[in-house]
């Protein structure tokens, strides 16, 4: 098998992985954010609670694609990819 091929698909499983990461910690956000409602003095409160639980989602992910899916930094790459992109592009659209 071509070797770039081989990369491609390695970093497409990473980038699953991450996107599918992305879609918890949002999932964990809106949540959050319905807790608090109007309540603006626990908002601070939860929205810290939340961001730490994301954190630690981060570093579990890549724990886990480090371990279970191979010591492979193109596969760790694509999880990192996975995680933060769509982030980017949702700070990106506010600003256009």
């Known amino acids: 098998m071509n070797s770039m091929l081989l990369w491609l698909l390695k970093l497409g499983k990473g980038l699953v992985v991450g996107l599918i990461g992305t879609g918890v910690k949002l999932s964990f ?15 601070s409160g939860v929205l810290v609670n939340c961001y730490v639980l ?3 989602l981060n570093i579990a992910l890549l724990l886990l ?15 990192a990819l996975g995680l933060t992109i769509p982030e980017f592009i949702l700070h990106l659209r506010k600003l256009f």
């Not at 956000?29 to 908002?43: M, N, Q």
Request: charged residues 30%; without cysteine.
């Open 65 to 79: 694609a480090y371990f279970l899916l191979g010591k492979d930094v193109v596969v760790l790459l694509g999880v």
């Open 29 to 43: 956000t809106k949540r959050a954010l319905g807790k608090v409602g109007d309540d603006h003095e626990r908002l």
């Open 54 to 56: 994301r954190h630690a």
